[in-house]
């Protein structure tokens, strides 16, 4: 793994322990291509200390099914999880600002997203998504944030609080 000024540059296939790759604490931006083209990635665990997910950083990882994202997390970058293809469900905590373009961009598997806050969401965060079928969203996230899924059979639900 390859760590510079607590910026994470890349992640080699080695630094992966039975599928899973446990992000250090110290690190707090994901550079852009850090975490891609592992063939070997099935977890991915970020460290609380993890506050920002470059553009592109975690691309075309076809094994990867769960992500748990730092909870002190604020941006996810564009196409940051672009066409991680088996991922099925992620959660993004209260403390995410922001959502880029394309973020999850292809992850043809993602069934079901939960959104804890408020963040602003690029229209096409979950482009080319059709698995969709739960969304969990904060009963105060702007409506016009919907038009950022596909799928419209999707069942939408709206939690009274945000939860931690």
Same mark, same amino acid.
């Given at each position: 793994?390859?760590?510079?000024?607590?910026?994470?540059?890349?992640?080699?296939? %080695?630094?992966?322990?039975?599928?899973?790759?446990?992000?250090?604490?110290?690190?707090?931006?994901?550079?852009?291509? /850090?975490?891609?083209?592992?063939?070997?990635?099935?977890?991915?665990?970020?460290?609380?200390?993890?506050?920002?997910?470059?553009?592109? /950083?975690?691309?075309?990882?076809?094994?990867?099914?769960?992500?748990?994202?730092?909870?002190n997390i604020?941006?996810?970058?564009?196409? /940051?999880?672009?066409?991680?293809?088996?991922l099925r %469900?992620?959660?993004?905590?209260?403390?995410?600002?922001?959502?880029?373009?394309?973020?999850?961009?292809?992850?043809?598997?993602?069934?079901?997203?939960?959104?804890?806050?408020?963040?602003?969401?690029?229209?096409? /965060?979950?482009?080319?998504?059709?698995?969709?079928?739960?969304?969990?969203?904060?009963?105060?996230?702007?409506?016009?944030?919907?038009?950022?899924?596909?799928?419209?059979?999707?069942?939408?639900?709206?939690?009274?609080?945000?939860?931690?």
């Amino acid at each position: 793994m390859e760590i510079t000024n607590g910026v994470l540059k890349k992640v080699f296939k %080695e630094d992966i322990n039975e599928g899973t790759l446990f992000v250090p604490e110290g690190v707090s931006e994901i550079s852009t291509l /850090a975490i891609s083209f592992l063939n070997n990635l099935n977890t991915l665990v970020l460290s609380s200390s993890v506050e920002k997910i470059d553009d592109f /950083a975690i691309t075309n990882n076809a094994f990867l099914t769960k992500i748990m994202l730092s909870k002190n997390i604020k941006y996810i970058g564009n196409f /940051a999880f672009n066409n991680c293809t088996n991922l099925r %469900e992620i959660s993004i905590p209260k403390s995410v600002l922001k959502i880029g373009d394309g973020a999850f961009f292809g992850c043809s598997s993602l069934n079901k997203i939960e959104i804890k806050g408020t963040p602003e969401i690029s229209k096409t /965060a979950f482009k080319e998504c059709p698995s969709i079928q739960k969304i969990v969203l904060y009963k105060n996230l702007n409506l016009k944030n919907l038009l950022s899924f596909e799928n419209p059979d999707a069942k939408i639900e709206f939690e009274n609080e945000i939860q931690k």
